[in-house]
T-cell receptor, first 114, second 111 residues
């Protein structure tokens, strides 16, 4: 069955370190998204991609970057981790259907920055 | 800022009762979607209603949409303990496949 996976599921890192969170989907979807979820804020969009070599900034993109070298993967990099980036990160994907764009979510990565 | 705002923030009901959750949004939409999130898991899509639809059913779920009031409601009938989760509305404004999520409603169903 098609799925979307994230790794690692839990990560503890130190302030200033570079961290990369992996996202892999086997849906063959063109669209992929990264969100962070924090209490009181719901889900906020970090970056998104509509296909290979395409990346776009979302609502809270500062301090994050993504790259899309193939259809299946959209890794999220925290260039220099900060305590404010402690959060749960979700990756999602979708295919563009006429008038409908349901998103499929991964299980999440809980990141703690000390 | 959030496009969708759910109401109430938390809801506690007895098993077998109906649960009604509301979502209001600010700008015109292409469609509105509801998602469920169980504790420690990713979001799961429940139902999508297009802007030209007023009501939609899926099993024990009923969604309504009032575009004049910019609001939607999700009704879960005959609730079960397994319905305990957080529920999010998400709006699709048609702007490049992006969804904007609300902050969520925590539903607790007591056995």
């Amino acid at each position: 069955d098609a799925e979307i996976t994230q790794s690692p599921r839990h990560k503890i890192t130190e302030t200033g370190r570079q961290v990369t969170l992996a996202c892999h989907q086997t849906w063959n979807h063109n669209n992929m998204f990264w969100y962070r979820q924090d209490l009181g804020h719901g889900l906020r969009l970090i970056h998104y991609s509509y296909g290979v070599q395409d990346t776009n900034k979302g609502e809270v993109s500062d301090g994050y970057s993504v790259s899309r070298s193939n259809t299946e993967d959209l890794p999220l990099t925290l260039e220099s981790a900060a305590s404010s980036q402690t959060s749960v990160y979700f990756c999602a994907s979708s295919e563009v259907l006429a008038g409908a764009r349901e998103q499929f979510f991964g299980p999440g990565t809980r990141l703690t920055v000390l | 800022s959030q496009q969708g705002e759910e109401d109430p923030q938390a809801l506690s009901i007895q098993e077998g009762e109906n649960a009604t959750m509301n979502c209001s949004y600010k700008t015109s939409i292409n469609n509105l979607q509801w998602y469920r999130q169980n504790s420690g898991r990713g979001l799961v899509h429940l139902i999508l209603i297009r802007s030209n639809e007023r009501e939609k059913h899926s099993g024990r779920l009923r969604v309504t949409l009032d575009t004049s009031k910019k609001s939607s409601s999700l009704l879960i009938t005959a609730s079960r303990a397994a319905d305990t989760a957080s529920y999010f509305c998400a709006t699709d404004t048609g702007a490049n496949s992006k969804l904007t999520f609300g902050k969520g409603i925590t539903l607790s169903v007591r056995p």
